[in-house]
């Protein structure tokens, strides 16, 4: 059993910087799939970004490509989401996600969740 903790959302300005992190305990995180989903005010929970338990394979949503970085320090057991030029839109609570297996992860079945951390973005 993975437990999941994020950090890191705040209020931020538009095209400020922002890292979120989440933290792994009870399991082999190094041998799991992690990733971001997010969900904003009434809309469904929306897959972001996934990375493979070695870090050598990502998918991005197209939606955030080229503003949002995935990367993991398997030593910390953390996954980090590395968010640039932010926009209102991108306001949400972010969940992180793992799954023993990478393709399942985007389909948000069957994964460990995380609490959320809320992320604002002021225009």
């Known amino acids: 059993q993975v437990q999941l903790v994020e950090s890191g959302g705040r209020l931020v300005q538009a095209g400020d910087s922002l890292r979120l992190s989440c933290t792994a305990s009870g399991g082999t995180f190094s041998t799991y799939a992690g990733g971001w989903f997010r969900q904003a005010p009434g809309k469904e929970r929306e897959f972001v970004t996934s990375?493979?338990?070695?870090?050598?394979?990502?998918r991005y949503a197209d939606s955030v490509k080229g503003r949002f970085t995935i990367s993991r320090d398997n030593a910390k057991n953390t996954v980090y989401l590395q968010i640039n030029s932010l926009k209102p839109e991108d306001t949400a609570v972010y969940y992180c996600?793992?799954?023993?297996?990478?393709?399942?992860?985007?389909?948000?079945?069957?994964?460990?969740w995380g609490q959320g951390t809320q992320v604002t973005v002021s225009s």
């Open positions: 996600a793992a799954n023993p297996l990478l393709l399942k992860l985007p389909n948000g079945n069957n994964n460990y």
């Open positions: 990375i493979s338990s070695s870090g050598a394979i990502k």
